[in-house]
């Protein structure tokens, strides 16, 4: 009885896939074939249509991806715009049952019941489309969605979770020690400050003894405030004026720490075997952009702040030091050239437009990334993925710093940042910082 029903439901899965074939169902290529023409991107030269054309079909576990060649008169840009209409077609009656599908089912007496149950979740299942060009046009149709919304997760050592990708649900792991420098973008509510209290929080955890932080939070402290009175915070500043001196201070670390090595006869703290490190977290860098001062002293003031990030970027990766800096204006004079140059590391959420996406990438893409919290384009020297970020909750945050909360007088750091401010700018020509 049970060969008799497992054969009839495999004869009539193999009918219905082939049913479901020959309609064009769960034929992407033939999907996406239509959409371009009734999506006026192909292109009309005279009597001749000149057609989007499929060059190579590839099947991975995760989907299909598709390369074309793009007809003359056509660009990238003409099929970003698209880009709803093709996820929208592809999703049209999306229905593929599988062998492999057949034999999830539990085989017993309502197993024609099963086979509907499954067709139904088929049919409202939705594929994601997500397009990218490197001479060809690439459409990439992935199986299953990313969440939106992913835990956090425990890292080892100096690598910190940045959430999953697409594929297989794989974990993605950002690791300072290969990549010292991150460059952090992306509109507000998108999760930016949610990631770097992410990174932060997964430091304490995994490196509460050796990881010394040097906090620049311009968004008037409501991000990073948490994390002032705790063991690892260096220094903490709320005001430019303030992250000045955050800045002087761990520019003057990393020189010592240039100089111990030098005496050692080491060439970086790895080689020496000093755990220490210097994380220098700046969240929102577009308050230190000296375009916008009002006068001359705070473009000075910025100016100096600016120095002193592209002099840490610059030398601080073999020192043990290491620079994010976070942005949601990205703009072209808001991150440092030199920041920027040497951030092998890069991250952006969702963004207004392309070029704000190329501030943080030097490609578009971000401004194509759904309207998801979390969601965002991860990049380094060899790898461009989408990922979800994790989502860090405040419960998390507080139990991670409680252990390590230190007794400060009230308003000690304060004004003790207010009145080294101005002198550290007096003696500025005597630090040995390099104008280039």
């Known amino acids: 009885m049970i060969f008799e029903i497992l054969t009839s439901s495999l004869m009539g899965g193999l009918a219905l896939k082939a049913h479901l074939a020959k309609n064009g169902v769960g034929n992407d290529s033939k999907k996406l074939n239509k959409i371009f023409a009734l999506s006026d991107l192909n292109v009309k030269d005279g009597k001749e249509t000149l057609t989007t054309q499929l060059i190579k079909k590839r099947d991975f576990e995760w989907g299909i991806e598709y390369r074309y060649r793009i007809p003359l008169g056509r660009s990238f840009e003409d099929y970003k715009n698209k880009l709803k209409t093709i996820e929208a077609g592809i999703n049209r009656r999306n229905v593929t049952i599988q062998l492999k599908d057949l034999r999830e089912l539990k085989i017993d007496k309502n197993i024609i019941d099963n ?3 499954l067709y139904q979740k088929k049919l409202t299942h939705n594929k994601e489309i997500e397009l990218s060009y490197d001479g060809m046009l690439i459409v990439r149709a992935y199986n299953n969605s990313l969440p939106k919304l992913v835990d956090y997760q425990q ?15 794989q974990s993605v792991f950002h690791d300072f020690e290969k990549i010292p420098h991150l460059a952090l973008g992306g509109a507000t509510k998108y999760g930016k400050s949610n990631l770097i209290n992410s990174i932060i929080v997964s430091l304490i955890k995994q490196q509460s003894d050796n990881v010394k932080l040097h906090l620049i939070d311009l968004k008037g ?56 490190r210097h994380f220098i977290i700046i969240d929102e860098v ?29 030398l601080g990766a073999g020192l ?3 620079l994010i800096l976070a942005t949601q204006y990205p703009t072209g004079d808001v991150i440092p050239r030199q920041c920027k140059q040497n951030s092998d590391g890069k991250l952006c959420f969702r963004v207004q437009s392309g070029t704000a996406s190329r501030v943080v990438l030097d490609e578009d893409g ?20 989408i990922v979800q970020t994790p989502l860090i909750t405040p419960e998390t945050i507080q139990q991670t710093i409680k252990p390590h909360i230190k007794k400060v007088k009230e308003g000690l750091i304060s004004e003790t940042v207010k009145r080294e401010t101005r002198k550290n700018i007096a003696v500025f020509e005597t630090t040995g910082l390099s104008q280039s």
């Open 115 to 117: 086979i509907k149950t």
């Open 155 to 169: 890292g080892k050592e100096w690598k910190v979770s940045f959430g999953i990708a697409r594929e297989k649900n």
């Open 221 to 276: 402290g409501v991000e990073l405030c948490d994390y002032e009175n705790i063991n690892q915070t260096v220094s903490i500043a709320y005001e430019p004026e303030e992250a000045l001196t955050t800045l002087i201070n761990a520019y003057k670390s990393m020189r010592d720490m240039q100089k111990k090595l030098r005496e050692m006869g080491k060439k970086n703290v790895q080689e020496a075997d000093i755990k220490d």
């Open 286 to 314: 577009g308050e230190l952009n000296p375009s916008e001062a009002i006068d001359k002293e705070e473009r000075e003031l910025k100016q100096l702040c600016q120095r002193y990030m592209s002099q840490i970027s610059r």
């Open 320 to 322: 043990g030091f290491r």
């Open 366 to 385: 971000a401004e194509n990334l759904p309207e998801i919290k979390g969601r965002a384009i991860y990049q380094s020297a060899d790898k461009r993925i």
